[in-house]
């Protein structure tokens, strides 16, 4: 992690100046993990509310003038190797320890275990799983690098969180896949954090 911080202070890739501060080219803020998980707690972690702030992370992080594009160009990064770098990014910017535990290319799914999940240690116990705003920004990643730049036609991916610490688990576990999969999954308990967390 840290070595990757060098890298981007090397690069003149992380600025820092007054009253602004500039990473990869995105202005960037520092805000309390309690921002998230208050508006969790707030809402109840309410379905609703987990939509909303899952589409507003999502979409921040895959149009063009989304983060990880932006990431991709400048590092000319794709595949694994762009997976492999938002992670670092992730984990450098204090979303918990991220494990890509499994990247099938070729199907375009994953799953990523994340341990210490700062919004779900903020909430604490929690019937749902709570982890909203990192899986947004995943989904977005995901969109740009399996969609890559040149992209003719956009295909749509989702994750669902699957585990969640807040619910008594060791770690929380993402599972990233096609929207269309996922709404014709024949797993019942796979479709229904699909429309709770989703659609």
Not at 4 to 16: H, M, P, S
Not at 18 to 47: C, H, W, Y
Not at 85 to 100: H, K
Not at 138 to 149: D, T
Request: charged share 25%.
């Amino acid at each position: 992690m840290f070595e990757f911080t060098k890298k981007l202070l090397f690069a003149r890739q992380l600025k820092l100046e007054k009253g602004s501060i500039e990473m990869l080219g995105q202005k960037m803020v520092i805000a309390p993990v309690f921002t998230f998980s208050a508006m969790i707690k707030n809402a109840n972690n309410s379905a609703a509310i987990a939509k909303v702030i899952y589409n507003a992370c999502k979409t921040t992080n895959k149009d063009v003038q989304g983060f990880t594009y932006r990431v991709s160009k400048l590092y000319k990064a794709e595949d694994a190797e762009l997976i492999k770098l938002m992670a670092s990014i992730a984990t450098m910017a204090g979303w918990g320890e991220i494990n890509i535990f499994k990247v099938d290319a070729k199907k375009k799914t994953a799953v990523v275990h994340i341990h210490s999940s700062p919004v779900a240690q903020m909430i604490g116990s929690a019937k749902d799983p709570v982890d909203h705003p990192i899986r947004g920004y995943m989904a977005g990643a995901a969109e740009v690098i399996f969609n890559g730049l040149k992209r003719k036609e956009w295909e749509l991916f989702d994750y669902i969180e699957t585990q969640c610490i807040s619910n008594g688990s060791e770690f929380c576990e993402f599972v990233l896949d096609r929207r269309s999969n996922f709404e014709k999954s024949s797993d019942a308990k796979i479709r229904k954090l699909f429309r709770s967390q989703v659609t």
